[in-house]
């Protein structure tokens, strides 16, 4: 039988990564669409730049709305990109990343779903020398060179002003069942521990049940019908993201309960829906979380693919609505 030298070792171990590359291309998950410029309305020109954007999945309208103003801005800027819909699992993001790694693209953009196991991934990123920006969430590493960029939202203070906008309604005595996000996700982690930090020196605010309901708005009302059910005395509820919110809503009202006015709701994300139902007296606030961030991680690839510095965080800025300013945003919203 034939021996393998190094020399045909290393062709056939070449061979195999091309092979892996073109299964991978072709085999994603099955919203990838890794192929022309979004929404086809611009042509990449020979110099445009080929960018990767790995999203989480489309659990609420505040992804679907980000996930729309990252394809819009590639558009408007003549950028080819390949984008991946991870269907909210970890390791389609990664399968994700190592087709675009295969690929050849300039950049990377990448929302990742939970905090931790991202290394492995952004070091094979790094020795292809492609930079990888990321989008709302965080992730833990030990090697910050693993990444260009973070744009996000400040998720510890989202929690610590619907922390404080409840004492304030609520003169600091409710009882509270608080609807996380999706587990080991920054925004659920961090939106806990500021509402948490908001509450501490308030004995009479007490978060009686703490439940994921995975950011999606089935999630918040088979969880918020389960609890309500162990804590009918429930005053409050705090929801990590408006979608479980307006779940919430609706097995209140299921449960014969007013939301709005027999149950205060507070929430994190400002869409659409949530406006309406301030203006309609059903939530009582949310704060927002801002997803339109197309232009900013555009703004973030261009510069790290010319090699530039970035700064590690860019925090976005966000605000606070309830039925004092939503009717008059209601129009402005754009998500
Ligand atoms: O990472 C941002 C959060 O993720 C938004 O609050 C939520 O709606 C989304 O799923």
Redesign the pocket.
């Known amino acids: 039988m034939k021996s393998f030298t190094p020399f045909n070792r290393r062709g056939l171990l070449g061979l195999a990564a091309c092979l892996t590359a073109l299964v991978l291309t072709g085999c994603g998950p099955s919203n990838d669409s890794s192929s022309s410029s979004a929404g086809g309305e611009s042509k990449p020109s020979a110099k445009a730049l080929t960018v990767g954007f790995a999203q989480?999945g489309a659990?609420?309208?505040?992804?679907t709305a980000e996930t729309e103003s990252i394809k819009a801005e590639a558009a408007k800027r003549g950028v080819n990109l390949k984008f991946s819909d991870a269907q909210s699992k970890q390791e389609n993001e990664i399968k994700a990343i190592r087709s675009f790694i295969a690929q050849g693209v300039d950049a990377i953009i990448l929302?990742p779903i939970v905090e931790t196991g991202w290394e492995p991934v952004l070091k094979e990123a790094k020795q292809a020398k492609i930079p990888v920006v990321l989008v709302?969430?965080g992730i833990k590493v030990d090697d910050d060179s693993l990444y260009a960029t973070l744009i996000?939202?400040d998720?510890v203070a989202e929690g610590k002003m619907a922390a404080d906008w409840l004492i304030k309604k609520t003169d600091g005595k409710a009882t509270i069942i608080e609807l996380q996000?999706?587990p080991g996700?920054?925004?659920a982690i961090d939106r806990k521990k500021g509402f948490e930090e908001g509450i501490k020196d308030h004995p009479d605010m007490k978060i009686v049940a703490s439940q994921s309901g995975d950011?999606r708005r089935s999630g918040g009302k088979q969880v918020m019908e389960a609890l309500l059910k162990v804590h009918p005395e429930v005053t409050a509820v705090y929801s990590?993201?408006?979608?479980m919110a307006l779940g919430a809503i609706q097995a209140l009202e299921e449960a014969g309960k007013k939301p709005g006015t027999d149950v205060i709701v507070v929430s994190?994300?400002g869409?659409q829906d949530a406006f309406k139902a301030l203006v309609a007296g059903n939530m009582n606030c949310t704060v927002e979380?801002n997803?339109l961030l197309g232009p900013m991680a555009f703004d973030a690839v261009e510069k790290a693919v010319k090699g530039e510095t970035l700064p590690k965080k860019t925090i976005v800025h966000d605000r606070v609505f309830d039925v004092s300013n939503a009717a008059a945003e209601l129009p402005n919203r754009k998500y």
């Open positions: 989480v659990e609420g309208a505040w992804r929302a709302d969430r996000a939202s998720f996000g999706t996700a920054a925004p950011f990590h993201n408006d979608d994190v994300d869409v979380c997803p």
